[in-house]
Structures are given as C-alpha cells and as structure tokens.
C-alpha cells in the first residue's frame, strides 16, 4: 500500500476487537442446555468455550446458529435481544431478535446493553420503543427485583452496576448456577 507522506500501519487488532462476539453468560434453562454449558439450578451456566447464547424464538438471528432451543452467536456475532416491539436506537431487526449495530466489548467491565423498558429508564439510558437504550456514560443494568444486589444501587425500576463493578447480576429464578452467588432476588458471579 502506497502512501504519499510514508508508510501506512494497519493496526488488524482493531478490526478484530470491533468484531468480537458477545461474551458468553448465564441463560434461563429451557430443555436441554445449548452447545458449551452446563446445567446449574435453572440455568445453563457457559463453560470456558461457550459463546454467547439466546433463547431460540422463530429462526435464529444473523450470525447466530441453533443449538437446541437456543440460538449460539458465531465469532463475529452481534448482541441480540429478543423483539418486543420495534427495535431500540443502535439495533436493528432480524427476524424474531434486534441486533446491535456493533460491538466492541471492554475485557473486564460489565458493557450497558439494551434493556426492555419498565417504566422510566434508568440513568444514563434513554427511551428508544419499547427499549432502553444506553448513552455513552451508562452502566450495565438489570430489571429491579425486589433489593438490587451489592454492588448495585437503585435508578427507578432498575439496578446500575456502581463504577467499578465487575459481578454479573442476573435474576434469580430458582438456585443460582455455580460460580455465582445469591445476592436477595439475584445471582452475582463470584
């Protein structure tokens, strides 16, 4: 590649970075676990190689593939969320599912996503549908369930993740799958 004032440096781990899949976390058990987890309580916890996984509605999502009754993202997946509605600001349809525009996940931090919207959207979030769509200051979130776990505090109908907070928190809905711990109406990772 030729380029009038030197050498021009392709930086590929950019690209790569931009393209990565949705980390892999806890999903509601539905039949049998999908490719990569494991049962745990009443969910199916990611083992070391699982991918990111969603509960199959219809056909699966761009970039996705069926495992069961799930849907595993591929290596360049997109974030999906189940459709309820139009799909929030930054995502866009397919099929049953909205998918991020991008992504580009932060080793390490907990990444604010599009949430179903319950009453007024937590801070940091703005209404998009029947969304909540996270701003450039927002912090990961979850559904308020009862008393937001530790490590979270309260922003209407929902817990924000305070800086610095690396556990997932995911609802309880039976015992917590293992690596996590319960927190009231919450499983946190440990």
């Known amino acids: 590649m030729f380029h009038a004032g030197g050498p021009v440096l392709l930086i590929p781990a950019l690209f790569s970075i931009a393209l990565a899949a949705p980390p892999?976390?806890?999903?509601?058990?539905?039949?049998s676990c999908p490719s990569g987890y494991s049962t745990s309580g009443d969910f199916c916890k990611p083992g070391s190689s699982a991918r990111f996984a969603v509960v199959k509605t219809g056909s699966c999502?761009?970039?996705?593939?069926?495992?069961?009754?799930?849907c595993l993202a591929g290596s360049s997946a997109r974030h999906a969320l189940p459709?309820?509605?139009?799909?929030?600001?930054?995502?866009?349809?397919?099929?049953?599912?909205?998918?991020?525009?991008?992504?580009?996940?932060?080793?390490?931090?907990?990444?604010?996503?599009?949430?179903?919207?319950?009453?007024?959207?937590p801070s940091g979030y703005s209404t998009s549908g029947d969304y909540?769509?996270?701003?450039?200051?927002?912090?990961?979130?979850?559904?308020?369930?009862?008393s937001c776990p530790s490590g979270y505090s309260t922003s209407g109908s929902y817990c924000l993740a305070s800086s610095g907070?690396?556990?997932?928190?995911?609802?309880?809905?039976?015992?917590?799958p293992s690596g996590f711990s319960t927190s009231g109406a919450y499983c946190l990772s440990n």
């Open 83 to 121: 459709k309820t509605g139009s799909c929030p600001s930054g995502y866009s349809t397919s099929g049953s599912y909205c998918l991020q525009s991008s992504s580009a996940p932060s080793p390490g931090r907990l990444e604010a996503r599009a949430l179903p919207r319950v009453g007024s959207c």
């Open 165 to 176: 907070t690396t556990r997932l928190a995911v609802a309880k809905g039976g015992s917590c």
């Open 132 to 146: 909540c769509k996270p701003g450039s200051s927002a912090r990961y979130a979850v559904v308020k369930s009862g």
């Open 61 to 70: 999502p761009s970039g996705y593939s069926t495992s069961g009754d799930y």
């Open 24 to 31: 892999a976390e806890p999903v509601a058990k539905v039949g």
